[in-house]
C-alpha cells in the first residue's frame, strides 16, 4: 500500500496543535509537559490504529511496536522553549505513515526530553545505556525541577523498557537545521555521521554588593569574570578550532540580576560541539584552564556542574546506501551526503543497532525558532525516500 501524502500531512499539522505557541506554526511542548503528555497520548493512539502496540518506558520514551522482528523508525515529540513544529515531529510521524502503508513490520518510537529540559537526549540516552536511571533522575531543569520528579507519573503508567533486541535497525527522518540543502535548492540529505557533544554548567561566586558605592577595583563581580572569560576563550580557540566546530554559551543566570546591585553569582551552560572527539577533548582542557584563570584574576570561585557528552558517530553504511538508492530515485541531482551539526536520538541508538538518518531542507536554515519551516512538497519527498528504502530492505 502506498504512503498517503494527506494523511501524513494531516498528522504532522494535528500534532503541531499541541502546544501551538500561536506565532507562526510554533510550538511550547517541552518535555512532560501538558503539551507533551496530551501529545503523547494522541499519538499513542495513532499508533494503535495502526494496528502497534502503543508501549510507554519508565522516562516516558512512547514505542508504538509491531509484532515480532521490525525495524524501528522514529525521532522525538518534545520541543525545545520555543520548538519549532518539525523538529523531531516529522520523524515520528513519517515512521507512522510508513508503518501503516508498509507491508513489512515496522515499530515506530518517539523519545522523550531529546531536546535536553534535563539533560542531553535524556530518554534515549537511558534507553541505550548511556546514562543510568539514576544518574538521570538527579539532573535538574532550569528552574530546579528533577528528571525523576518530572517522569514520575509516567513511570506509574510504564510497561518497563523495551528489549531493543527485536529491531535490526533504527532510520531517523529529521529536518537539516541548518542552511544547506536549502541554500543549494537541494531536497535531500543522506547523513554520514553526527557530530559530538559536550554540554555543562559553570559558576563563577564573586562578592554581591552595592552598584554605586563599590569602587571598581574593589569589585568581585562575577559577570565581568563571564565576560573576560568569553572573550579569552574564543581567542584560545583560534588555533584549535575548525569552521564547523561551535561553541555555545545559551543559558545565563545572573544573580540576583538587579540594576543596582553587583551580580555576586552567574551560572551558565557551556556547550560545544564538533566531529573529532579528539578536538572535544582539547576544547574542554582549554575551557577549564581559562575558567580557572579567570577565577584566579578576579578573585571569584568556580565551580562545574556534572558534564554531559556523547561523542561523534557514523551512519550505518547497508542502512545508508538504503537511503542513498532512494533519494537517486525520486530527487536525482537534488540530494547529497552530509554530516549533521545537531545532535539526534540515533547518536544512542547506535550503540544498540545499525542507524541511518534522512534529512529535509529547513527554509532559511532556522531551527529552533517558532519560524522553522519546511516546504510541503520536500516534506512529502523525503517520506517517498524513506519509502523506497523501507522497500528496498526488504529485498
Ligand atoms: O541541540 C540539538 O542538536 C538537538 O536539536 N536537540
Ligand atoms: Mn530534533
Ligand atoms: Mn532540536
Do not use: C
Amino acid at each position: 500500500m502506498a504512503v498517503d501524502h494527506t494523511r501524513f500531512l494531516t498528522d504532522l499539522h494535528t500534532l503541531r496543535s499541541f502546544g501551538a505557541s500561536g506565532v507562526g506554526k510554533g510550538v511550547i511542548r517541552p518535555a512532560y509537559s501538558k503539551a507533551d503528555i496530551a501529545a503523547r497520548q494522541w499519538l499513542a493512539a495513532r499508533m494503535a490504529e495502526a494496528g502497534l502496540t502503543p508501549h510507554v518506558d519508565p522516562v516516558g520514551n512512547l514505542f508504538g511496536l509491531a509484532d515480532g522482528p521490525s525495524l524501528l523508525m522514529g525521532s522525538h515529540s518534545d520541543s525545545q522553549p520555543e520548538g519549532g513544529w518539525l523538529d523531531g515531529a516529522l520523524g515520528v510521524i513519517a515512521a507512522l505513515e510508513i508503518a501503516r502503508s508498509s507491508d513489512r513490520p515496522i515499530s515506530v518510537v518517539s523519545f522523550q526530553d531529546e531536546e535536553g529540559r534535563f539533560g542531553v537526549t535524556t530518554g534515549s540516552a537511558v534507553w541505550s545505556g548511556g546514562l543510568s536511571l539514576e544518574q538521570a533522575d538527579v539532573l535538574i531543569d532550569g528552574s530546579g525541577v528533577t528528571f525523576g520528579s518530572a517522569r514520575a507519573e509516567m513511570a506509574k503508567k510504564s510497561q518497563g523498557f523495551v528489549d531493543p533486541v527485536r529491531f535490526s535497525g533504527f532510520i531517523e527522518m529529521h529536518i537539516e537545521q541548518g542552511p544547506a540543502l536549502d541554500a543549494a535548492g537541494e531536497q535531500i540529505g543522506v547523513v554520514t555521521d553526527i557530530v559530538g557533544i559536550r554540554d555543562m554548567v559553570i559558576t563563577f561566586q564573586g562578592q554581591q554588593n552595592h552598584a554605586g558605592t563599590t569602587p571598581m577595583h574593589l569589585r568581585r563581580d562575577a559577570f565581568q569574570a563571564l565576560s573576560l572569560f568569553n572573550t579569552r576563550l574564543n581567542d584560545r580557540f583560534r588555533n584549535v578550532v575548525m569552521p564547523q566546530t561551535v561553541w555555545t554559551i545559551g543559558r545565563v543566570d545572573v544573580h540576583p540580576n538587579a540594576s543596582s546591585i553587583v551580580p555576586g553569582r552567574v551560572r551558565f551552560s557551556m556547550q560545544w560541539r564538533d566531529g573529532d572527539p579528539e578536538r572535544l577533548v582539547r576544547m574542554e582542557d582549554i575551557i577549564r584552564a581559562t575558567a580557572q584563570q579567570i577565577a584566579e584574576e578576579q578573585g571569584v570561585t568556580l565551580t562545574y556542574g556534572p558534564m554531559l557528552g556523547l561523542e561523534p558517530v557514523s551512519m550505518d553504511p547497508v542502512l545508508r546506501g538504503a537511503l542513498e538508492s532512494g533519494a537517486q530515485a525520486i530527487a536525482p541531482g537534488r540530494w547529497r551526503n552530509m554530516p549533521s551539526g545537531a545532535l539526534h536520538d540515533a547518536t544512542n541508538v547506535s550503540r544498540l543497532m545499525p542507524v541511518a538518518m534522512l534529512f529535509v531542507p529547513s527554509i532559511d536554515g532556522i531551527s529552533h525558532d517558532f519560524a522553522e519551516d519546511t516546504a510541503e512538497e520536500d516534506l512529502v519527498a523525503g517520506l517517498r525516500v524513506l519509502d523506497r528504502a523501507v522497500h528496498s530492505l526488504e529485498e
